[in-house]
């Protein structure tokens, strides 16, 4: 059995953004480009991919909820099921936390924000240069967590398809 075609779209989609933003992420901070307009852009990219994924992550919620997801054959041992729902609410978590507090970073450091340069986001404190080190901290350490969990997730799931041999992967796949 499948998660129905919306439940598919969302997960791929969050997926593939999720990536993005986590190199886009790499790129400025560890090998930012000379050109400082390039710089900007990439920024803005980055942060109108963060309020995506905010926005597509309140949907996905929504419809997990109208939607529950279909169950896994074989069924898992409890102790497996508990961690397979640990990890989906730290990501559920973590994708709704992670734009708000770099959306707050890019306004600290005195920013403003227009979502792929058409929507202006509000600015909701402002520039705060002795905040603004902490909420870059704080977004870069939950990038990284976030970054283990995709890793966690995905080997995860090829152990289910490889080694445990059930349908978990195949429940995502088109």
């Known amino acids: ?3 129905n075609r919306t439940a598919r779209l969302l997960h791929w989609s969050t ?3 999720v990536l993005l ?3 886009l992420g790499i790129w400025i901070t560890w090998a930012p480009p000379e050109d400082e307009g390039l710089k900007l852009r990439l ?3 980055h942060e109108s991919f ?3 994924i905010l ?3 309140l949907f996905r919620l929504f419809w997990r909820w109208r939607h529950p997801p279909p169950p896994i054959t074989p069924p898992l041992p409890g102790w497996m099921q508990a961690a397979a729902t640990a990890n989906h609410r730290a990501f559920y ?3 709704l936390v992670q734009p708000v507090i770099g959306l707050l970073n890019t306004n ?3 920013f403003p924000l227009t979502a792929f340069g058409l929507v202006p986001i509000p600015s909701p404190i402002g520039r705060n240069e002795a905040l603004a080190p902490t909420l870059s901290t704080i977004h870069d350490t939950i990038g990284l967590v976030l970054a283990g969990l995709v890793a966690l997730h995905a080997g995860a799931a090829l152990w289910h398809h490889l080694i445990r041999r059930d349908d978990t992967l195949r429940r995502m796949t088109w």
């Open 21 to 23: 933003i986590i190199a």
């Open 1 to 3: 059995m499948h998660y």
């Open 93 to 95: 978590a973590l994708l």
């Open 15 to 17: 997926a593939l953004i």
């Open 43 to 45: 920024y803005n990219i």
């Open 108 to 110: 600290a450091w005195g």
């Open 55 to 57: 926005l597509v992550t």
């Open 50 to 52: 963060g309020i995506t």
